[in-house]
């Protein structure tokens, strides 16, 4: 079982950057395909982006050219850069790692996520 620690999260005006970590243990790492998702008060948990064991990436359409999704193996942490920030990205982002379908499919418990804010 992965155990898995998001941070980074803010409060940032819109047109900003943030970049956020999620830190795992407990498994090997390295092979799990991984993912970001985020929910915004009043609305369900979405899927933002994936990262394979090998490095492919997969965006939603609403992030593409915005967000990066990167992972460092050697330290089982695995990124969200988010650059050109809107208020409608306000919500708690989350990682966990995934299956790769369409749409991909999250595997393991959640963590506490951390809270992205996007002020106008």
């Known amino acids: 079982q992965v155990q898995l620690v998001e941070s980074g999260g803010g409060l940032v005006q819109a047109g900003g950057s943030l970049r956020l970590s999620c830190a795992a243990s407990g498994s090997i790492f390295s092979i799990n395909p991984m993912g970001w998702y985020r929910q915004a008060p009043g609305k369900q948990r979405e899927f933002v982006a994936t990262i394979s064991s090998g490095g492919s990436t997969n965006y939603a359409d609403s992030v593409k050219g915005r967000f990066t999704i990167s992972r460092d193996n050697a330290k089982n942490t695995v990124y969200l850069q988010m650059n050109s920030l809107k208020p409608e990205d306000t919500a708690v982002y989350y990682c966990?790692?995934?299956?790769?379908?369409?749409?991909?499919?999250?595997?393991?418990?959640w963590g506490q996520g951390t809270q992205v804010t996007v002020s106008s």
């Open positions: 966990n790692t995934v299956l790769l379908t369409i749409p991909p499919v999250p595997l393991g418990y």
